[in-house]
């Protein structure tokens, strides 16, 4: 790899969510299939980083890794803890850390939901009711009238595509169903509450005249399918089309293509400012007589090395990622996610700048990408895989909560600080 400069326009960051760092609350849906026994190593988001005690020390670490930006999402079941029912102590907490990130230069991006819903919302049906996409809308209004005022820029859902296939298809993310009719119907309702809180976002903060621009998208989990054989091509496609381009379109157009689409049901036109990729992997796709397993099977790539869940690392696949919905739609991408579990922290400096230095690749044949956040801050609670997915830059000891730079950590800092990739940078981290 040679040295490259990625632009003093470029912003750097770092992303965490609010149930897999607080820790603390149990009104939410991962709580409670934690209790289930549905976590790999059985722990639960009541423990995760204890961030909600520590948001001081914490911010202290972004401010150590010189970002200019940090994602992070709010707990709707802390902000909602009945429905119509809102918590001031909550929302108070939440203005306190973003004007603490404000008053050091760090620009908050607020996701709005990340994965876990309050145990009242699921009760009366959660995502598979499309008259319940309006609890969600209030919310979403309530927080931006009290912190809209601080907050210009917004993630309204996080990978809606994982939510819903997860979920309902595949089953391993609550509410555990094996529906592939429910996972459509999920998907669609979240694509219709992007739209509309893309609008109530924007209408909301020029109706209270709160200052900067507003800035509304989504962040997606975006793979790469590839097939090799005729037939693994074709699974690939159809696979790339129910995970990606069903919500890419919805969010981005508000078209609802096939199987989503519904009669009367028409809302063409732009419903975001940015396309956010959240990066991790590939997979090569084949073939299986199966339905059980919907007719596919996911291969890793032998010659590629693994992170510690044994994803494939192809920095490739960023490029290729953003170069096909550059063209199009051509609007800015951000690069809300990406990111290595690597506990002994090994492949995370190599990851970080293979993956740059595809994004700079992109960049230099006209691909807009503005910004890039890295998952994650620290190690946190990684879903059903509970604490061992560790993905932080910090390593964080869940039972007596230090937080211990890795060496990706000084790395990463030094990117952020620099804009650029140097000669210096990858002989010291072995970036080669
Ligand atoms: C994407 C999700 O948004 C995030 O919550 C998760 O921890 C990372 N992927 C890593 O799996």
């Known amino acids: 790899?040679?040295?490259?400069?990625?632009?003093?326009?470029?912003?750097?960051?770092?992303?965490?969510?609010?149930?897999?760092?607080?820790?603390?609350?149990?009104?939410?849906?991962?709580?409670?299939?934690?209790?289930?026994?549905?976590?790999?190593d059985l722990s639960s988001p009541f423990t995760a980083c204890d961030h909600w005690n520590r948001v001081e020390k914490d911010i202290g670490l972004l401010i150590e890794l010189h970002v200019q930006s940090h994602r992070m999402s709010l707990e709707w079941s802390r902000i909602e803890p009945e429905p119509g029912q809102f918590s001031k102590d909550a929302i108070d907490h939440y203005r306190k850390e973003i004007k603490l990130l404000l008053k050091n230069n760090i620009e908050p991006l607020i996701t709005l939901h990340h994965f876990s819903d309050p145990l009242w919302f699921k009760d009366m049906g959660g995502w598979m009711e499309a008259e319940n996409i309006e609890f969600f809308t209030e919310y979403v209004e309530y927080v931006v009238k009290n912190i809209g005022d601080l907050v210009c820029q917004w993630v309204t859902i996080n990978e809606p595509n994982v939510y819903s296939t997860l979920g309902y298809a595949i089953g391993i993310f609550p509410p555990g169903q094996r529906n592939i009719f429910k996972c459509f119907k999920v998907m669609r309702n979240l694509i219709k509450a992007h739209i509309k809180v893309y609008d109530l976002?924007?209408?909301?903060?020029?109706?209270?005249?709160?200052?900067?621009?507003?800035?509304?998208?989504?962040?997606?989990?975006?793979?790469?399918?590839d097939g090799l054989s005729?037939?693994?091509?074709?699974?690939?496609?159809?696979?790339?089309?129910?995970?990606?381009?069903?919500?890419?379109?919805?969010m981005t157009t508000g078209h609802l293509k096939f199987p989503l689409s519904?009669?009367?049901?028409?809302?063409?036109?732009?419903?975001?400012?940015?396309?956010?990729?959240?990066?991790?992997?590939r997979n090569i796709v084949e073939f299986i007589l199966c339905p059980s397993f919907y007719f596919y099977h996911l291969l890793n790539d032998k010659d590629l090395s693994k992170?510690?869940?044994?994803?494939?690392?192809?920095?490739?696949?960023?490029?290729?990622?953003?170069?096909?919905?550059?063209?199009?739609?051509?609007?800015?991408?951000?690069?809300?996610?990406?990111?290595?579990?690597?506990?002994?922290?090994?492949?995370?400096?190599?990851?970080?700048g293979n993956h740059l230095f595809q994004i700079k690749r992109a960049i230099d044949e006209g691909v807009d990408i503005q910004r890039y956040y890295h998952w994650s801050l620290m190690d946190n609670f990684e879903w059903i895989d509970g604490e061992t997915g560790r993905f932080g830059l910090y390593h964080c000891n869940f039972q007596t909560q230090k937080r211990t730079p890795r060496k990706s950590?000084?790395?990463?800092?030094?990117?952020?600080?620099?804009?650029?990739?140097?000669q210096k940078m990858i002989e010291e981290f072995s970036l080669e």
């Open 201 to 225: 976002i924007h209408e909301t903060r020029e109706r209270e005249g709160y200052q900067g621009k507003t800035i509304v998208g989504y962040a997606l989990h975006i793979r790469i399918f």
């Open 307 to 352: 992170n510690d869940q044994g994803w494939d690392i192809y920095p490739e696949g960023i490029y290729r990622v953003c170069k096909k919905y550059y063209k199009k739609y051509e609007l800015p991408i951000y690069i809300t996610e990406n990111g290595i579990s690597d506990r002994y922290d090994n492949r995370r400096p190599k990851y970080i």
């Open 1 to 40: 790899m040679k040295a490259f400069k990625l632009g003093n326009d470029f912003i750097f960051g770092t992303a965490t969510s609010s149930t897999q760092i607080e820790g603390g609350d149990k009104n939410n849906t991962w709580y409670e299939w934690s209790k289930e026994g549905k976590i790999r």
């Open 262 to 281: 519904e009669k009367g049901y028409i809302n063409k036109r732009r419903t975001t400012d940015f396309i956010g990729v959240n990066f991790y992997t």
């Open 230 to 250: 005729f037939l693994g091509k074709k699974t690939a496609q159809c696979l790339d089309y129910i995970f990606h381009t069903l919500s890419i379109v919805g």
């Open 409 to 422: 950590a000084m790395l990463y800092a030094e990117i952020c600080y620099y804009k650029e990739v140097t």
